[in-house]
């Protein structure tokens, strides 16, 4: 199975409204607030905000129309069946995929992908896709003024082991402009994508990096409105990951399901 193409960047959503980015956070910190009130009043609320008003190109990234569910043909209900030998080691380390080195902060994410249960989910299937050191996706539409790197492609797989393990060694990505509103930067940030036990369980979703600067600022991080829920996309540096003199380690356990799941994008956003 070869890489999926790389999902286009925020880059390419340019918004009709020019808001000010002092505009936009005040709209996010207005909106955190009143849904911080109706849970104080009992209110049950979802994790993320739908058509988050802060978040002006989200009209272009979801249907306008209900999803309409149908049921899946019984191969997608059957397969895939991922195994260790399914994905060569290679595919996990995003520094070794062509002939010279690429420019950045080298580091390696390492992780447990488990169920609400704490129990580790064995041969599932991780993939990740990234911008590179300076903020560029390998994308025809990212045409933001930041250098590609002939040495990163962004893009690497996995299989989780028998104690639901995973590990990629990549590259730290950069911060990039994404034409939301005025002066609008995307947090660094990786995606996840999660396969269960077919193609229709998959599930999407970013890490972060401690200490981000933008997390205030971004709509789409702030989509999520408790702190909880967002540190939970938050990566944890840890020193016992970093190879002497080769990488940083950062932990990103992910839950699939349950009341402390990681985030996830959902079905029909």
Do not use: C
């Amino acid at each position: 199975m070869s890489y999926r193409t790389a999902a286009a960047p925020e880059t390419l959503l340019a918004s009709p409204d020019q808001a000010s980015q002092s505009a936009i956070t005040g709209e996010i910190t207005e909106l955190h607030d009143l849904y911080a009130r109706r849970e104080a009043g009992g209110e049950s609320l979802p994790a993320t905000m739908h058509d988050f008003p802060p978040y002006r190109s989200s009209i272009l990234r979801h249907p306008t129309k209900n999803p309409k569910l149908v049921d899946p043909e019984t191969i997608e209900l059957l397969s895939p069946a991922f195994g260790q030998r399914d994905v060569a080691a290679i595919e996990s380390d995003l520094t070794l995929q062509h002939a010279g080195e690429p420019l950045g902060e080298r580091l390696t994410v390492r992780g447990r992908l488990l169920d609400s249960w704490g129990r580790p989910l064995a041969n599932q299937l991780i993939e990740i896709w990234q911008a590179n050191s300076a903020g560029r996706y390998i994308h025809q539409r990212d045409q933001h003024p930041a250098p590609l790197d002939p040495n990163f492609t962004g893009a690497g797989r996995a299989v989780t082991n028998d104690a639901g393990e995973y590990l990629f060694t990549t590259i730290k990505p950069g911060p990039y402009p994404w034409k939301n509103h005025v002066n609008a930067w995307r947090p660094a940030h990786i995606h996840f994508s999660i396969f269960g036990s077919s193609f229709t369980q998959r599930l999407v979703t970013q890490m972060y990096f401690p200490g981000d600067p933008l997390f205030a600022l971004d709509p789409i991080y702030n989509t999520i409105w408790r702190q909880k829920d967002r540190d939970s996309l938050v990566g944890v540096y840890d020193h016992d990951l970093t190879s002497p003199e080769w990488s940083t380690g950062y932990r990103f356990d992910i839950v699939v399901d349950g009341p402390d799941s990681t985030w996830f994008e959902q079905e029909g956003e």
